[in-house]
């Protein structure tokens, strides 16, 4: 074999190199461990030592109480995580509706433009809770022949006026962020607006505004425990139920865990997908 064809070896000073890049990370990562504990043990302490913390044991964290207020705990969470899933594509699709409605150009459209914009305006200045209150109490009041008077209909419908209003934002952030030489290309190949918008702007649009979408979603699972202010059998509302009868408050720490594990890793999923775009754009891909 010639020296053209030897295989590849460090050199003595790149494997130096590595090693103290090695060192380097094993520092770090003894250091933040150190800090780490150090940090939440000092938490940990600080709360274990204080006067109140019996009580705080027997009034929040009971392992009676969790276990007996688990079942019906379970069954409102599903109802929770079911509006989750029914409200979450109705709002993708009116959200990017209205985003496109306060886009478009034409005459024709003005007033649905304005609908749009005032939609926007009015229902991200209304806190959700009071919408869902405004909804779920006043829309069967009215009588209307065939309109459901259901208090789940009401506050999913509640949570998709109020969200469809900031992810409408979110996708017409997302779309002016396209830069304008893609409209001008896709008018130089004979493509109209709408399809300029169809096939070019909002895929583009749309693959940048994922992350903030995700964090609104992860908004959206923890506001379904609204739906419990208006006598709702979620799981807020079964936790409330057991601690009003038990005179114990361990079943709200039961539901902040189930909300905290559904949560989280649509939190993390967020992240990754920040960073991978980022990731791209700093490789200059589209």
Request: net charge positive.
């Amino acid at each position: 074999m010639t020296d053209l064809q030897a295989p590849w070896a460090p050199s003595g000073r790149e494997l130096e190199r590595r090693e103290v890049r090695r060192r380097r990370r094993r520092r770090s990562v003894l250091v933040a461990t150190a800090a780490t504990v150090l940090v939440v043990g000092g938490l940990v302490l600080g709360v274990v030592s204080s006067p109140g913390w019996p009580t705080v044991q027997e009034t929040f964290l009971d392992p009676f109480h969790a276990r007996e207020s688990f079942p019906a705990i379970l069954d409102g969470f599903w109802l929770n995580v079911t509006m989750f899933l029914i409200a979450e594509p109705l709002i993708l699709a009116l959200g990017l509706g209205l985003a496109l409605a306060r886009q478009s150009r034409s005459p024709l459209l003005v007033p649905l433009r304005a609908i749009a914009v005032a939609w926007t305006d009015v229902f991200r200045g209304i806190p959700t809770l009071v919408l869902v209150f405004l909804l779920v109490f006043g829309m069967p009041s009215l009588g209307l022949q065939g309109v459901p008077t259901s208090i789940f209909f009401w506050a999913t419908v509640a949570l998709v006026v109020s969200y469809s209003a900031y992810v409408a934002e979110v996708f017409r952030s997302g779309i002016e962020s396209v830069h304008p030489s893609q409209l001008a290309s896709a008018d130089a190949l004979g493509l109209s607006r709408g399809q300029a918008m169809r096939f070019v702007v909002v895929p583009q649009a749309v693959r940048r505004v994922v992350p903030p979408l995700l964090n609104d979603f992860v908004s959206l699972q923890k506001d379904t425990a609204l739906v419990a202010s208006v006598s709702l059998f979620d799981a807020l509302f079964s936790a409330r139920d057991y601690a009003n009868f038990n005179f114990n408050y361990t079943p709200y720490v039961v539901v902040a865990v189930f909300f905290v594990v559904l949560t989280v890793p649509l939190a993390r999923l967020t992240d990754a997908l920040g960073r991978r775009y980022a990731e791209r754009e700093r490789a200059g891909a589209r």
